[in-house]
T-cell receptor, first 117, second 110 residues
Framework: KAGVTQTPRYLIKTRGQQVTLSCSPI?????VSWYQQTPGQGLQFLFE???????NKGNFPGRFSGRQFSNSRSEMNVSTLELGDSALYLC????????????????FGPGTRLTVL | DAKTTQPPSMDCAEGRAANLPCNHS???????VYWYRQIHSQGPQYIIH???NNETNEMASLIITEDRKSSTLILPHATLRDTAVYYC???????????FGEGTQLTVNP
């Protein structure tokens, strides 16, 4: 089974621009979560989508948004980029077995390295 | 989710077992212990998880104490490629967010 894929792998933008990152989950997985990793803050949860609906949200400003498509693929968007948005953006997918009362496991993609100049 | 405490760094000789400890004294009955690792600038890699019983897979073994307040991840024969940051996470799994701490930087030396 193919793993989680993220595109692009590297991205350079300037302040004020916007960016869209893409994530394709493992086949059959319906839940997609996004995380931001920076040297200062570590790994932080952004939001989670399930069945095209945002189900959970972390403590990030409204400039960070996302969506999920009917095929479970997900995108996240960051508008009006700031220098502090430079980070590794990680996507993780899970099968959502929690609905069956079983342990769920999130599998991460390789990440998109965003640099804001 | 309960918080975890891990040593910031550990060293291990190649070929030896690496034993990584984790304290989670406030763990509740429905929370699982998960271990992930992250090799520099890559996405975290799932290793293993458990609830009460000890678990083993092709990558590692997980030993959970009877009171569930601590656990140990064991890499039986560490290689240089096992050098990474290892994260111990306590997770209810009914929630969708993983809370990562600082983890343990494991360095495997030749």
């Amino acid at each position: 089974k193919a793993g989680v894929t993220q595109t692009p792998r590297y991205l350079i933008k300037t302040r004020g621009q916007q960016v869209t990152l893409s994530c394709s989950p493992i086949s059959g997985h319906r839940s997609v979560s996004w995380y931001q990793q920076t040297p200062g803050q570590g790994l932080q949860f952004l939001f989670e989508y399930f069945s095209e609906t945002q189900r959970n949200k972390g403590n990030f400003p409204g400039r960070f948004s996302g969506r999920q498509f009917s095929n479970s693929r997900s995108e996240m968007n960051v508008s009006t980029l700031e220098l502090g948005d430079s980070a590794l953006y990680l996507c993780a997918s899970s099968s959502n077995l929690q609905l069956a009362g079983r342990a769920d496991t999130q599998y991460f993609g390789p990440g998109t390295r965003l640099t804001v100049l | 989710d309960a918080k975890t405490t891990q040593p910031p760094s550990m060293d291990c000789a190649e070929g030896r077992a690496a034993n990584l400890p984790c304290n989670h004294s406030t763990i509740s009955g429905n929370e699982y212990v998960y271990w992930y690792r992250q090799i520099h600038s890559q996405g975290p890699q799932y290793i293993i998880h458990g609830l009460k019983n000890n678990e083993t897979n092709e990558m590692a073994s997980l030993i959970i104490t009877e009171d569930r307040k601590s656990s140990t991840l064991i890499l039986p024969h560490a290689t240089l490629r096992d050098t990474a940051v290892y994260y111990c996470i306590v997770w209810e799994t009914s929630g969708s967010r993983l809370t990562f701490g600082e983890g343990t930087q494991l360095t495997v030396n030749p």
